[in-house]
């Protein structure tokens, strides 16, 4: 993940049959933040949404727009089994809704618009 610019993975990207991802968000520090989220749920999602480009570790050089939900709250539980719920907002919400989707089966090209081959177009790249 980290080798090809990734910020998230989940379980069924590498053939592990198992509800959980692993990600590791930018910070300011230049250092990410890592979460590893077993059976994660997508909760009150907010009306407002925002657009953004996204890419996908399992569709390579491939990038598309994708409207999501601003702020998720987020429910799982952690490596050590215990209860976590995250409010999440901006470009965590995005790769935690992004990561859930994979676990159920949707990858972001199903929602993507102006798919297109090679490089992100904005300044923001999200690829989860």
Known sequence: MRRA???GL???????????FVAGIPQRNGRPKWYAIFN???ER?????????????????????V??????????????QRAV?????GLIARVFQHEVDHLNGIVFIDKAQNLHEGTVESDTEDTA
Do not use: W
């Open 10 to 20: 989940s379980a069924n990207q590498v053939g592990l049959d198992m509800q959980l």
């Open 85 to 89: 719920t995250i409010r999440a907002t």
């Open 5 to 7: 610019n990734g910020v």
């Open 40 to 42: 994660p749920k997508i």
């Open 45 to 65: 999602p907010s009306k407002e949404q925002f657009t953004m480009e996204e890419g996908c570790l399992s569709v390579p050089n491939t990038y598309g727009t």
């Open 67 to 80: 409207t999501r939900p601003k702020e998720i709250v987020l429910t799982g539980f952690d490596k050590h």
